[in-house]
């Protein structure tokens, strides 16, 4: 009897051990963790069940041998250095930044159709460039100089729209990839090279042009003053020869009318001398003769004598 109780006591020792050690492990395959960066959906892995609601941070009981899929519940950040083909066929070298979470209510149907994080991130990713390369072909090569702004707005709205879909957030007709876009950030544009030599070969072509116009307008400036300073000169001229021929005209007219006057004045005192003395024609003339010598003691002259120059006979 006294060696029985012994072995009885070990074999319930042993059992209790065993009970123990089955609930810690039990236990401990029943508890898992959460990050407070991270949502979780259950998964019961024998009965391969999925939760219908996502759990976040903390420590989770259940069923043994489940798991959680896992998700950042914080935003996420894709860069994106690539070409796209604009709107006028020019291939542009672009790099871009977005951001993007997992919205909790998608959560679920997420993993229904990406299985996990990894995949779901690589098909996010893909939508988001198909998005940005969608935008750029909307543009020409010009406007990614003058319009980056507004590329970049057109770039976040064509990002939303593929990540979120077009119903938002009805889940049951959800065209998006369970993602919701936050911002994003055109960082860099860089142009082709013969592009940016064209654009140069063509702003100096401008300032050519811009030049030659400068210098024809010099030039017909100058042209101009001195088309001006001879016209001017001309009138001058002309004003002149105009004021030399008013007084060559007036001076004349002053002569011929003191001639006129004189001649007058010598026809009226001949015609008083010939009704004076009654004189005809011959007498006339000689005493035009005398008048003439009178004023002109010094005239010689050889004439035959018209006509008798005394009133002798006449007597």
């Not at 072995?7 to 020792?13: E, Q």
């Not at 903390?58 to 070409?83: C, N, W, Y």
């Not at 893909?126 to 100089?145: D, K, L, M």
Request: proline share 3%; glycine share 4%.
């Amino acid at each position: 009897m006294n060696l029985r109780i012994p072995y009885m006591k070990w074999v319930s020792l042993a059992l209790g051990l065993s009970i123990v050690i089955v609930a810690i492990i039990l236990l401990a395959v029943s508890l898992k963790k959460i990050s407070s960066t991270e949502l979780g959906v259950e998964y019961d892995k024998l009965a391969k069940q999925l939760d219908d609601a996502a759990k976040t941070g903390g420590l989770h009981t259940g069923p043994p041998g489940f798991r959680f899929i896992k998700f950042p519940s914080t935003q996420m950040t894709a860069e994106v250095a690539d070409t796209c083909v604009s709107k006028d066929g020019i291939r542009v070298q672009f790099q871009v930044s977005y951001q993007y979470l997992m919205p909790e209510q998608w959560i679920v149907e997420a993993i229904y159709k990406y299985r996990d994080y990894p995949k779901w991130s690589t098909i996010v990713e893909a939508a988001g460039n198909s998005a940005i390369q969608h935008s750029c072909s909307a543009f020409n090569v010009t406007n990614f100089q003058s319009m980056r702004n507004l590329i970049q707005i057109n770039m976040f709205e064509e990002l939303k729209m593929k990540l979120e879909g077009t119903n938002g957030t009805n889940v049951e007709i959800h065209d998006g990839v369970y993602a919701r876009a936050v911002s994003l950030q055109l960082k860099n544009v860089d142009l082709p090279l013969e592009y940016t030599n064209a654009v140069s070969d063509k702003q100096s072509a401008k300032e050519d042009i811009n030049l030659a116009k400068n210098q024809r307008n010099q030039e017909l400036t100058k042209a101009n003053t001195e088309l001006f300073a001879v016209q001017a000169e001309a009138r001058k001229i002309l004003e002149n020869a105009f004021n030399d021929v008013n007084v060559t005209l007036t001076a004349a007219d002053l002569t011929a009318a003191q001639t006129l006057f004189t001649f007058a004045e010598e026809t009226e005192t001949i015609q008083q001398a010939k009704e004076t003395f009654n004189l005809d024609t011959n007498g006339v003339l000689s005493y035009m003769a005398n008048q003439l010598y009178a004023e002109a003691p010094t005239l010689r002259a050889s004439i035959r004598e018209p006509a008798k120059i005394y009133l002798k006979d006449e007597l």
